[in-house]
């Protein structure tokens, strides 16, 4: 998963923007995150196509600090550690 780093005051965060929520500069680096930890997960069983019928939704605070939330198979318990790949029907995390 690739996050935004502000090049002036060290702000992560995901959502492409054209100024810094926090300085509002405008530089940024481009930072590859593919570790979280569980802050939440839940059910969910009635999706639209294309996703599947049923899979939880799990919310992940990635060591900068940034909550991101990615799809799982399985349930995860909170404080686990998870790996987070960047899909094309967006992430997806799995135990690590």
Do not use: H, Q, W
């Not at 979280?36 to 294309?50: L, M, N, R, Y």
């Not at 404080?79 to 690590?96: N, Y």
């Amino acid at each position: 998963m690739i996050l935004r780093r502000c090049g002036n005051c060290g702000e992560t965060f995901l959502v492409p923007r054209v100024r810094c929520p926090k300085c509002f500069g405008e530089n940024f680096d481009e930072v590859v995150v593919n570790e979280g930890v569980v802050s939440d997960c839940i059910e969910i069983i009635a999706t639209p196509d294309p996703y599947p019928e049923r899979y939880f939704l799990v919310l992940a605070k990635t060591v900068d600090g940034v909550a991101v939330f990615c799809r799982s198979d399985k349930e995860i318990a909170r404080g686990s550690t998870v790996v987070i790949e960047d899909l094309e029907l967006g992430p997806v995390c799995r135990k690590a």
